[in-house]
């Protein structure tokens, strides 16, 4: 196995970590509650503070992505969230714990902007299948970790403990790995070689293409709303809107992730062929009617099936859109990643508010429809805009020969 495809691995691997540990606050939430006698509202400020954490760390990411190695300094931020996980499982005050989540926050941003930018960058013209795979092994992690936490809580391990477990599991992992960390480091090298070659033809950033980048960016933003509209809201609207029993309405989100696997997976075996511009295109719109139609329909388990469906058929838009924003701006994939994933998290933080909005002063149908409109407005936005864009590079897998 070539150093580019151990380094691909390297970064999958990665991505399954850091996906199990983004959701282990909503199965831990409870505990923090009872411990720290905590209102609701002082409950979700801890979210709030990890995603504000997280936008922080995106701006840090769009300064530092592009400077130095991307391998160091995934290494880097994934020892740091190792820390500041330890740090939340150790907090014995409600303002230390807030604090550790929001440097957790941080951690978390820059490893993902630097894992999607690195494997980008080891797969120039074939990015498209990579960074499916690499947010595929992300779904797992996510889909998995509630798993692994329930399982933690049950054998009674208080919520501090599972922080702690993860917290060990990662420095294990960066321990275990310590011989391999020369070759990966080496990998990230490979960029400066290329653009010092003479006989290697780089695109030019121009204006244009930056601009594209921007507007592409409002994919991810509407995209968000979408994903975290369902994400925070579709368990609460089948038991109080469809009359779901409890256990229906979690199974409904995670049918919801399964089908988000299964559409990362099939789009890392079909995106060479196909195109990630036609697959936005048809999947954002294909699942803007699944979703309106889990919304609409009066039964709960056709509810699920849709909902799954609309997984499917989105699933593979975060990093198809980074494909594309690395295709226009080649030399600069740290930056498309973080300016996208501050885009793309200004949709997470609003979304959840703006449908508990709706649904308090309309009606809750008409806020679940959101998530619906929102993904229809992306769907529109890559039929209109990304298919009249023009081709930048083609897929080809010669990046990850070396």
């Known amino acids: 196995m070539t150093t580019g495809r151990k380094a691909l691995l390297t970064n999958d691997l ?21 411990q720290f006698d905590l209102s609701l509202s002082a409950a979700g400020l801890i979210a709030t503070m990890q995603n504000a954490g997280g936008f922080i760390g995106a701006v840090v ?3 530092i992505a592009d400077r130095f190695s991307r391998p160091g300094m995934i290494l880097v931020s994934f020892a740091l969230l190792a820390a500041a996980l330890f740090a939340v499982g150790m907090a014995e005050r409600y303002l230390t714990l807030v604090i550790a989540f929001a440097a957790s926050g941080l951690c978390i941003r820059v490893l993902d902007v630097m894992l999607n930018a690195h494997t980008g960058e080891l797969a120039e013209g074939n990015s498209g299948k990579a960074l499916s795979t690499l947010h595929m092994f992300y779904s797992i992690g996510a889909f998995v970790g509630p798993l692994v936490v329930r399982g933690l809580v049950r054998t009674t391990m208080a919520w501090s403990g599972v922080y702690q477990i993860v917290a060990a599991g990662y420095l294990l992992v960066l321990i275990g790995a310590a011989g391999f960390f020369r070759s990966y480091l080496d990998s990230g090298r490979r960029r400066s070689s290329r653009e010092q070659a003479p006989a290697v033809k780089r695109h030019t950033p121009s204006r244009s293409s930056a601009a594209l980048v921007g507007m592409l960016s409002f994919l991810l933003f509407f995209y968000a709303i979408h994903q975290i509209g369902l994400v925070a809201w579709l368990p609460y609207y089948l038991e109080v809107g469809r009359g779901a029993s ?37 999947g954002t719109l294909l699942a803007a009617a699944a979703t309106a139609g889990g919304i609409l329909v009066p039964s ?63 009606t809750l149908l008409a806020a679940m429809l959101i998530p619906a409109a929102a993904l229809m407005g992306s769907g529109t936005f890559a039929a209109v805009v990304l298919l009249a864009m023009p081709e930048r590079g083609r897929e080809q897998p010669s990046a990850l020969r070396g």
Do not use: E
């Open 61 to 63: 990411a769009l300064v």
């Open 246 to 282: 409890s256990d229906l309405a979690s199974y409904a989100l995670s049918m919801y992730w399964i089908g988000i696997i299964a559409g990362r997976f099939i789009s890392s075996r079909v995106v060479a062929r196909i195109g990630a511009r036609r697959i936005l295109c048809i």
């Open 14 to 34: 990665a991505m399954l970590l850091y996906g199990i540990s983004a959701v282990l606050i909503g199965p831990t939430l409870p505990g923090m509650i009872a």
């Open 300 to 362: 709960p388990a056709w509810a699920v099936v849709l909902v799954a469906a609309a997984g499917m058929t989105s699933g593979a838009t975060i990093p198809l859109a980074y494909s594309v924003g690395y295709t226009l701006l080649p030399q600069r994939t740290g930056s498309v990643t973080a300016w996208m994933s501050i885009i793309m998290l200004a949709g997470r933080l609003l979304g959840p508010w703006f449908i508990g909005t709706v649904a308090d002063h309309v």
